[in-house]
Protein backbone atom coordinates (compact mmCIF):
# COMPACT_ATOMS: atom_id res chain seq x y z
CA UNK A 1 0.00 0.00 0.00
CA UNK A 2 1.55 3.28 -1.06
CA UNK A 3 0.32 6.89 0.72
CA UNK A 4 -1.02 9.57 -1.91
CA UNK A 5 -0.18 13.49 -1.88
CA UNK A 6 -2.06 15.59 -3.76
CA UNK A 7 -0.13 18.78 -4.40
CA UNK A 8 3.47 19.26 -4.42
CA UNK A 9 2.71 20.95 -1.05
CA UNK A 10 5.05 18.92 1.21
CA UNK A 11 7.81 19.65 -1.06
CA UNK A 12 7.26 22.82 -0.58
CA UNK A 13 8.12 22.33 2.51
CA UNK A 14 11.37 22.13 2.27
CA UNK A 15 11.91 25.64 1.19
CA UNK A 16 11.48 26.85 4.94
CA UNK A 17 12.41 23.21 6.50
CA UNK A 18 16.29 24.28 6.70
CA UNK A 19 17.01 20.39 5.77
CA UNK A 20 16.80 19.17 2.33
CA UNK A 21 13.48 17.11 1.84
CA UNK A 22 13.14 16.67 -1.80
CA UNK A 23 15.91 13.50 -1.58
CA UNK A 24 13.64 11.38 0.85
CA UNK A 25 10.59 12.47 -1.43
CA UNK A 26 11.78 11.84 -4.78
CA UNK A 27 13.70 7.93 -3.03
CA UNK A 28 9.39 7.56 -1.86
CA UNK A 29 8.55 8.40 -5.44
CA UNK A 30 10.74 5.98 -7.15
CA UNK A 31 10.14 3.10 -4.86
CA UNK A 32 6.23 3.82 -5.61
CA UNK A 33 5.81 4.32 -1.40
CA UNK A 34 4.29 7.91 -2.69
CA UNK A 35 2.41 8.80 -5.58
CA UNK A 36 1.13 12.69 -6.60
CA UNK A 37 -2.16 12.87 -8.00
CA UNK A 38 -3.57 16.19 -9.44
CA UNK A 39 -0.19 17.73 -9.19
CA UNK A 40 -1.61 21.27 -9.10
CA UNK A 41 -0.32 24.03 -6.63
CA UNK A 42 -3.79 24.25 -4.94
CA UNK A 43 -7.12 22.28 -5.67
CA UNK A 44 -9.28 23.65 -8.19
CA UNK A 45 -13.03 25.84 -7.36
CA UNK A 46 -12.20 27.23 -4.17
CA UNK A 47 -8.78 28.32 -4.22
CA UNK A 48 -8.37 28.82 -8.42
CA UNK A 49 -12.40 29.49 -9.66
CA UNK A 50 -11.42 30.90 -13.22
CA UNK A 51 -10.74 28.47 -15.60
CA UNK A 52 -7.21 29.54 -16.62
CA UNK A 53 -6.57 29.90 -12.91
CA UNK A 54 -7.25 26.03 -12.60
CA UNK A 55 -4.81 25.84 -16.16
CA UNK A 56 -1.94 27.96 -15.03
CA UNK A 57 -1.87 26.10 -11.24
CA UNK A 58 -1.94 22.51 -12.37
CA UNK A 59 0.76 23.65 -15.09
CA UNK A 60 2.94 25.63 -12.62
CA UNK A 61 2.38 22.28 -10.20
CA UNK A 62 3.29 19.82 -12.46
CA UNK A 63 6.34 22.07 -13.89
CA UNK A 64 7.80 21.88 -10.40
CA UNK A 65 7.16 17.83 -9.72
CA UNK A 66 8.66 17.43 -13.41
CA UNK A 67 11.74 19.41 -12.37
CA UNK A 68 12.22 18.15 -8.92
CA UNK A 69 11.13 14.72 -9.64
CA UNK A 70 11.74 13.85 -13.56
CA UNK A 71 7.94 12.60 -12.87
CA UNK A 72 4.15 13.30 -14.46
CA UNK A 73 1.34 13.07 -12.24
CA UNK A 74 -0.84 10.89 -14.53
CA UNK A 75 -4.19 10.84 -11.75
CA UNK A 76 -6.76 13.93 -11.29
CA UNK A 77 -8.18 13.77 -7.81
CA UNK A 78 -10.27 16.31 -6.62
CA UNK A 79 -12.36 16.15 -2.77
CA UNK A 80 -14.88 18.63 -2.62
CA UNK A 81 -18.43 19.04 -0.71
CA UNK A 82 -19.03 22.03 -2.30
CA UNK A 83 -19.49 20.77 -6.04
CA UNK A 84 -17.82 21.30 -9.21
CA UNK A 85 -17.69 24.12 -11.67
CA UNK A 86 -18.47 23.26 -14.82
CA UNK A 87 -14.76 23.71 -16.08
CA UNK A 88 -14.25 21.45 -13.41
CA UNK A 89 -16.12 18.66 -14.78
CA UNK A 90 -14.49 18.87 -18.01
CA UNK A 91 -10.86 19.37 -17.04
CA UNK A 92 -11.74 15.79 -15.27
CA UNK A 93 -13.46 14.62 -18.39
CA UNK A 94 -10.52 15.30 -20.67
CA UNK A 95 -8.00 13.14 -18.38
CA UNK A 96 -6.89 9.16 -19.35
CA UNK A 97 -8.78 7.32 -16.48
CA UNK A 98 -5.78 5.64 -14.95
CA UNK A 99 -6.68 4.84 -11.12
CA UNK A 100 -9.32 4.80 -8.66
CA UNK A 101 -9.82 4.37 -4.36
CA UNK A 102 -11.53 0.97 -4.10
CA UNK A 103 -12.78 2.59 -0.68
CA UNK A 104 -12.90 6.03 1.01
CA UNK A 105 -10.19 7.27 1.75
CA UNK A 106 -8.53 7.87 5.26
CA UNK A 107 -5.07 9.57 6.35
CA UNK A 108 -2.48 8.08 8.49
CA UNK A 109 -2.79 8.09 11.63
CA UNK A 110 -1.81 11.31 13.50
CA UNK A 111 -2.58 13.46 10.34
CA UNK A 112 -6.15 13.58 10.28
CA UNK A 113 -7.46 17.87 10.99
CA UNK A 114 -10.40 17.43 11.87
CA UNK A 115 -12.42 20.10 14.27
CA UNK A 116 -12.57 17.47 17.20
CA UNK A 117 -8.95 15.50 16.13
CA UNK A 118 -6.06 15.58 18.19
CA UNK A 119 -3.54 15.24 15.69
CA UNK A 120 -0.60 17.63 16.19
CA UNK A 121 -0.09 20.83 13.25
CA UNK A 122 2.43 21.07 11.01
CA UNK A 123 3.73 23.94 12.24
CA UNK A 124 5.72 25.60 9.17
CA UNK A 125 7.07 28.59 10.59
CA UNK A 126 10.20 28.42 11.07
CA UNK A 127 10.20 31.49 13.57
CA UNK A 128 7.91 30.16 15.81
CA UNK A 129 8.95 27.89 19.19
CA UNK A 130 6.78 25.19 17.93
CA UNK A 131 8.21 24.36 14.37
CA UNK A 132 8.18 21.53 13.44
CA UNK A 133 8.33 20.39 9.91
CA UNK A 134 11.12 17.84 10.49
CA UNK A 135 9.63 16.06 12.94
CA UNK A 136 5.86 16.04 11.01
CA UNK A 137 7.99 14.92 7.54
CA UNK A 138 9.40 11.96 9.29
CA UNK A 139 6.28 10.86 10.69
CA UNK A 140 4.47 11.08 7.13
CA UNK A 141 7.71 8.72 6.16
CA UNK A 142 7.46 6.68 8.93
CA UNK A 143 3.77 6.25 8.71
CA UNK A 144 4.51 5.62 4.99
CA UNK A 145 6.94 2.68 4.86
CA UNK A 146 4.55 1.13 7.64
CA UNK A 147 1.55 0.54 5.18
Known amino acids: MKTVLSAPGLALANNDSGHDLL??????????????????MCM????????????????LGHRFIKAEFNITPRIGWQIDPFGHSAVQVYLLGAETFAGAFPEAYEPPNGFYFEVNDDSPIVQDDINLFDYNVQDRVQD????????
Open 44 to 59: HDEAAPHYIDMIDQTT
Open 140 to 147: FVDAALAQ
Open 23 to 40: PQIGLALLHYLLSILNGG
